[in-house]
């Protein structure tokens, strides 16, 4: 993430990581602040096994494209709000990457911060029988979830 300030839309990555026993690691990398460290993190990412990045920035939101500039391991954006934009910058500066240089871009908030974990699992779970099964059974739940769910009847009182 590019700020600590990331962290309450980003743990919702982690927490899904963690559901599903994937290894990972949460660090403030900023493209602004700190771009040393933010090229050597890219660099260094594929070498030390990296399978995806998942990178969450508000504002000018520079931090996934940056990533994606100096690794080919995929990067995955996530908008994060910002105070003054409700996040649609963050959007807009993701989304947005030139031809030849992706980044996957969710929801701004914390359903991209859990859908990009969930689209990192699936990912993994095209290699991984065990994680697979795993992420058959979250959407089993959620499917079973979603039955659960009662309005009351049309004309009801």
Known sequence: MGSSSDWDVMQHAVQILAEFGVPHEARVVSAHRMPDD????AEEAAARGLCAIIAGAGGAAH????????TTVPVLGVPVPSRHLQG???LHSIVQMPKGV???TFAI???????????AVAQLATTDAGLRARLEDFRARQTEAARAMTLPPVGAP
């Open 38 to 41: 933010m090229f050597r993190y």
């Open 63 to 70: 931090l996934p494209g940056m990533l994606a500039a100096k």
């Open 88 to 90: 649609v910058d963050s």
């Open 102 to 104: 992706p980044v996957a």
């Open 109 to 119: 908030g914390t359903a991209g911060a859990a859908n990009a974990a969930l689209f």
